[in-house]
């Protein structure tokens, strides 16, 4: 509740999405008891997987182990498992849909990594063009950091750490920072990459300052004060106008004055901009082609 307003608008799109959402059927309509098989299973012709390592037991029958029969999995005595967390590996790995809880210590972090063992060595079975990736999310960078460390145990390349703050110093080297690093030292970031980057900064400045003028003719038009039209961040022109041309006269601004909502209490009259303010703007408006709303009218 208390932090309700940073999540509002991601929470308001969500009630009206259109599309469907992946297992919507799980998360939304609750339907637990119906969980089906992962589709790469569903989908192939064989459902053997080498379990060897993810079992701790290297056995023929654990090497080519046809993970949707039942009857085909060894008894959890024979492995370095206990039976919940036997059980849990057993769900992970056929179910497209599993949630793997407990107490603290009961290892769910290590049969998560379990879990990881055994779909990287049986990559050929969910992937086997090789054009997919596996996406970790974890609560806390703390978290993640434990279970990334406990991936490079058995894989040493392929991992990309997304995200600030990291705190171990063996995942330093894949940071996303780290590697767009290494990749612009060696020259290896597509050039398409960089053009697409300036067009888009140019794309995001022109809106900018559309932005800018509309929020300025709203103030012109008395449908927002002037207070609010300062309250923005990025508004380029009341930035301008009260930083290199900001002065008072009679206890009110240029902003005002430029936008003419105060008079002089003699003549009931805009005061005329001085004349260095009023050259430095119109040069400005000139350049970006601004037409004063007046004039048109």
């Not at 603290?104 to 049986?122: C, I």
């Not at 999310?137 to 990309?160: R, W």
């Amino acid at each position: 509740p208390l932090f309700r307003s940073a999540y509002r608008h991601v929470l308001e799109r969500l009630k009206n999405i259109d599309a469907d959402l992946p297992f919507q059927q799980y998360f939304v309509h609750c339907r637990a008891e119906d969980v089906q098989a992962p589709r790469y299973l569903r989908d192939a012709l064989s459902s053997q997987m080498n379990l060897s390592t993810a079992l701790g037991r290297d056995h023929r029958l654990t090497r080519q182990l046809s993970v949707l029969n039942p009857g085909a999995w060894i008894p959890s005595k024979f492995t370095d498992l206990n039976p919940s967390q036997y059980t849990a590996l057993q769900t992970a790995l056929t179910k497209e849909f599993a949630m793997i809880q407990g107490p603290p210590g009961t290892g769910k972090t290590f049969v998560g990594l379990r879990v990881m063992r055994a779909l990287l060595d049986n990559r050929s079975v969910w992937d086997p063009r090789r054009h997919s990736s596996i996406l970790v999310v974890c609560y806390t960078n703390h978290a993640l950091d434990q279970f990334l460390e406990g991936i490079l145990e058995f894989l040493q390349g392929g991992i990309v750490r997304v995200g600030g703050r990291c705190g171990s110093e063996k995942l330093k080297e894949y940071t996303l920072y780290e590697k767009t690093r290494e990749m612009r030292q060696r020259r290896e970031v597509p050039g398409s990459v960089f053009r697409n980057q300036r067009a888009h900064y140019h794309r995001m400045k022109e809106i900018q300052e559309k932005l800018d003028f509309a929020a300025v003719g709203l103030v012109r038009r008395g449908i927002v004060g002037v207070d609010k039209l300062r309250s923005l961040p990025n508004c380029k022109q009341c930035l301008e106008l009260d930083s290199a041309f900001y002065y008072r006269q009679n206890g009110y601004s240029l902003l005002d004055l430029w936008l003419g909502i105060v008079c002089s209490s003699e003549e009931k009259t805009p005061k005329p901009m001085p004349a260095a303010a009023d050259a430095a703007f119109s040069s400005e408006s000139a350049e970006r082609g601004i037409v004063d709303e007046e004039a048109v009218l």
